[in-house]
């Protein structure tokens, strides 16, 4: 064999050899890639278990509300509770309502379309005024909406869709409503203490005047002026409707009350002597229907949809579920405490 042939065969032995080795070593490499890659698939299956299966996914996975066939996921209703600073059993209160206002409208088929949803968004991203913000200002005005509140789009355009059925439902109701109704004229004293309010009905059944002792004691500025006249009523407008079976079935005309307690919910400090007085009542008229005052026209109206809400509340299955049984306090705390770490991961953002 010549020299050349020779060498020729030495450099093409070497050349494959090298050429093995090339391959063994990538070969060694990839497989080191696919052993750390499943390890790390591994690790993160794992993460991914103990998170899906931890006690607090697991109660975010509880369908906190049912209303026939339609449900309220816990993940949402704490979200919702957060984006509107409520109060979980508000919350839970307002979402039945909007849960059955959703099944009546399905009844009724009554359908808000996503045009109808934008232009409200529209409306409020502008303060009423749609030609005062642009495509791209609605867009940052949206984005900025979903990060403070933590809901999807979706979510957030769900919310808005229901908002509109309700008011179709309000509107129906109060182009429906009677524009006169029963009416007491009434007359009111507030007292400081029970003891005062006493007093005070014992000199007014003594004989001095009633308009006389209201300039002169009552703690509510608003009637003492006018000598404690409130003036012509409807149901449910006067304290919060706390006193209508009183003032409309029980009290006799120029008869003045017992006293009647009235909580101050203005004020914070329970412990205040403003926190709690007293009223005295006194009818002197009754008109089986008047004309409703414009200024009590939408707390009737309210009152109206209110009751219209009860009545259909009773037509639907509705169930509540939490963490032992139903909605206790223990799933009440734990929400609670779901708020708090929502709002401190918002703290921390901020100082950032």
């Not at 002792?213 to 009552?218: G, K, L, N, Q």
């Not at 006018?226 to 149901?235: A, D, K, S």
């Not at 049984?325 to 609670?336: A, C, P, Q, R, V």
Request: net charge negative.
């Amino acid at each position: 064999m010549s020299k050349a042939k020779q060498k020729r065969l030495e450099k093409e032995a070497i050349k494959q050899a090298s050429q093995s080795q090339d391959e063994n070593v990538w070969h060694g490499k990839r497989v080191l890639l696919i052993i750390s890659s499943v390890f790390i698939a591994l690790i993160l299956l794992i993460i991914g278990v103990n998170y899906y299966f931890s006690e607090d996914q697991k109660y975010y996975r509880i369908n906190i509300i049912q209303v026939d066939d339609e449900t309220v996921s816990m993940d949402y209703f704490v979200r919702r509770c957060y984006a509107a600073g409520l109060d979980p059993m508000s919350a839970l209160t307002g979402m039945t309502k909007e849960l059955v206002i959703k099944k009546e409208a399905e009844a009724f088929g009554l359908i808000i379309s996503d045009a109808a949803v934008e232009a409200e968004m529209m409306s409020t991203a502008s303060g009423d005024d749609t030609s005062t913000i642009t495509r791209s200002e609605f867009n940052e005005w949206l984005k900025q909406r979903l990060n403070e509140t933590r809901l999807s789009e979706k979510e957030y355009k769900e919310i808005v869709r229901n908002t509109l059925m309700a008011k179709h439902f309000y509107d129906a109701i109060v182009q429906s409503a009677p524009a006169s109704a029963e009416q007491v004229y009434l007359h009111a004293i507030l007292a400081d203490t029970e003891e005062d309010a006493l007093s005070i009905k014992t000199r007014i059944e003594a004989g001095e005047d009633f308009a006389a002792i209201a300039a002169e004691s009552s703690l509510d500025s608003g009637t003492r002026e006018n000598g404690g006249v409130i003036g012509w009523v409807p149901r449910s407008v006067i304290l919060e409707s706390r006193y209508d079976t009183l003032i409309f079935d029980e009290l006799e005309i120029g008869v003045v009350s017992e006293p009647q307690p009235y909580y101050d919910t203005t004020v914070t400090d329970y412990s205040s002597s403003a926190y709690l007085n007293y009223f005295l009542l006194m009818v002197t008229d009754k008109a089986e229907s008047l004309e409703i005052d414009e200024k009590y026209l939408s707390t009737v109206n309210a009152d109206l949809y209110d009751t219209w809400i009860g009545q259909q509340l009773e037509k639907h299955e509705i169930k509540y579920h939490g963490i032992k049984n139903g909605f206790d306090s223990e799933t009440y705390s734990w929400i609670n405490w779901q708020l708090q770490k929502l709002t401190g991961e918002d703290d921390e953002e901020t100082s950032e």
